[in-house]
């Protein structure tokens, strides 16, 4: 024993051993003690969410990162292990950054018969339970109720361990009727198998409050992108827009309104095209990025349309490596959504590339990251007019103090910092029933 002992050391430290060598033993009893004592520290935090998406991705790796944290994501949607068909988009998409390194995870599989996020059968998963409990969490964090095994989680750990939820639900939507009645019930019933909502902004603390959670069951735990892969430290991502905007032929000069985006109608992509074919500004343009189901009417309108037709630009769905380029391309970054727009993470990433924002007062995250005149506009949904008038003020600003549009952008780029995945690790890396009752 004492020969394999001594090895063992000479394979740690490129020594030999003497018999007499009791510190070494002494100080590895130490280690091993201290290693054990961490693992007992640390809090095992299980996360349920359906599937690896690129603004949770890096938040994991940060939390698996922190000392006091356990962590382990337990995916849903097994079927999207390796790419996901994305209905908005139209298309199959497999991004191009990591999303499944630097944390513990695994795939539950999924047995529903009609496998997707867009319904509440779309997430079955007979062994999800079975899972959680063998791995021995002291608290779980679930991402969404509206799915089977997700609530079937929260009934079943309710009472057992601490339950946190994630979701950014507003009440921007919601219509007075009985129908309005019979939901706030039913959601009622739904969070009071939570102990915790994580709440991303003013919208969605509204919205759990109507809901029942008292004010004392709210966190502040806002909505984040990864800001430093946004950012542009040596100007390359701006050198790179300059001249694809070049080959778009839209000169250096010009001031360009960016949507980018799935062309949905939620999103209103034709409201902006309308009112920027009304405002006709000179030296102007506007660029689409992205696909879905209204691409061809717009794309209809604009052939129709001489003026259009040099002025506005349409890009296919670009991948995440290319985004910090993407939103460079544009002076503005305008989100119109019309409806069911709970926060706009786009907003954050834009933001994050020193982009001014105009956003219609239906996104979710205006009253949190949009104020007017320092960090961007917002108009009333629906309201071409006074959509086309910003859009007026900005070209304006553009050509004659564009000092004014850049320090806008720089406003909301300052701003934007102070909504950070490491902001959020510091919150959720305190989920712990001591952390609590403390």
Known sequence: MRFLSANWRIGMTGREASDDDGAWDSMQALVIE????????????????????????PLFRLLSQHSGVQLKVFYTWSQTQHRIFDIGFRQEVAWDIPLLEGYDYTFIPNVSRKPGCHHFMGIRNPSLIPAIEQWKPDALLVFGWNYWSHLQVMRTFKHRIPIYFRGDSTLIDEQLGMRKLMRRLFLRWVYRHIDFALYVGQHNRDYFLAHGLKASQLIYAPHAVDNERFADPDGEYATQAMSWRAQLSISREACVFLFAGKLIPKKNPLLLLQAFQDLQPTNAH???VGNGELEHALKQRVSGHSWLSSHVHFLPFQNQSRMPVVYRLGDVMVLPSSYNETWGLAVNEAM??????IVSNRVGCAPDLVQPGVTGWIFEAGNKDELKEILRQVVDMHQQIPEQLQQIGMQAYQYIQNFSFNQLQNIIAKITPEYHEA
């Not at 994050?352 to 924002?357: E, F, K, L, V, Y």
Request: charged share 15%; glycine share 4%.
């Open 34 to 57: 201290k290693t054990i004592m961490h693992k007992a520290m640390c809090r095992r935090l299980a996360v349920v969410i359906t599937h690896p998406i690129q603004y949770y991705a």
């Open 286 to 288: 506007l660029l689409y």
């Open 352 to 357: 994050a590339c020193g982009r001014p924002i």
